[in-house]
């Protein structure tokens, strides 16, 4: 009796799946149950999206003109904002962001961010792209940026700092604070 017991159920599994192997016994299409969980999605499906945000976004950053990029108070580009403009100036037909001169927030000098907006609009011009002059904004940088009192000790903290926090010359594999201490 107890061998029947043992051995019912297993007979009656390799039964079924005998009748599954060979076709026999197979659920209509319409009838199975799908599983419980969704499929998973091929890999990179849901990361893709991310990252090509944020690449738009880095690309767009690339049109924004810094206070930096004047000289002073002033209008002027410095070298460095030539170069830059003409860098935006090649890349502008095919993109559609607008140019961003980024607007004085402490000062408020409006007079000041309309000079330098006609100044990149005049520069724009002068090299030949052709766009509306609504392209070209005054508004806030994107990215928040850093005071000087702020960028000094993480500059600091980066380079002295050991590994466990976060710091180190080298970060991971070299210097002061690597992995391999």
Not at 19 to 31: D, F, I, S
Not at 42 to 60: C, F, K, M, R, Y
Not at 86 to 99: C, D, I, S
Not at 168 to 174: A, E, K, L, Y
């Amino acid at each position: 009796m107890n061998l029947l017991r043992t051995f019912l159920p297993l007979l009656g599994g390799l039964l079924l799946a005998g009748c599954y192997h060979h076709g026999q016994c197979q659920v209509p299409h319409e009838q199975r149950v799908q599983p419980p969980y969704d499929r998973p999605f091929p890999l990179g499906q849901v990361s893709d999206a991310h990252w090509e945000t944020q690449q738009t976004n880095a690309e767009a950053a690339d049109f924004i003109f810094y206070d930096h990029e004047f000289v002073g108070n002033t209008a002027e580009l410095t070298p460095a904002a030539r170069k830059h403009i003409e860098q935006v100036a090649l890349r502008m037909p095919h993109v559609p962001f607008p140019v961003v001169v980024e607007e004085i927030e402490n000062e408020g000098n409006r007079e000041l961010d309309r000079r330098r907006r006609e100044a990149i609009i005049g520069h724009l011009t002068q090299i030949g792209v052709e766009f509306p002059p609504e392209r070209v904004v005054v508004a806030p940088a994107f990215p928040p940026g850093i005071t000087a009192m702020e960028g000094e000790p993480a500059y600091y903290s980066t380079i002295y700092e050991d590994f466990s926090t976060g710091g180190g010359v080298g970060r991971r594999f070299s210097g002061r604070g690597g992995a391999f201490r």
